[in-house]
Every structure is written in structure tokens, then in C-alpha cells.
């Protein structure tokens, strides 16, 4: 019972840190992009 009861506990959250983690790094990974192609034009 425990073994059941804690695999779909352990999985299920880390499938949302996955998913909030990639929503949150990928606009931040895009920012820095841009800032990098404006900084290395405008140097």
C-alpha cells in the first residue's frame, strides 16, 4: 500500500516542478537571447 501510494505522490509533482520550471526558464532563456543579439549589435 505505501509503495502504490507513494509513487503516484512523488510523480505527479515532480511532472508540475517540470512543467512550472520549464514555463518559468523558457521566457527567461528568450530574454537573454535578445539581450545578447542587442548587446552584441550595438557593440
Known amino acids: 500500500m505505501l509503495g502504490a501510494n507513494t509513487i503516484p505522490s ?24 535578445v539581450i545578447r543579439l542587442y548587446s552584441g549589435s550595438f557593440a
Request: a positive charge.
Open 10 to 33: 512523488k510523480s505527479a509533482p515532480n511532472f508540475l516542478a517540470a512543467s512550472a520550471a520549464s514555463r518559468v526558464l523558457m521566457p527567461q532563456i528568450f530574454i537573454i537571447m
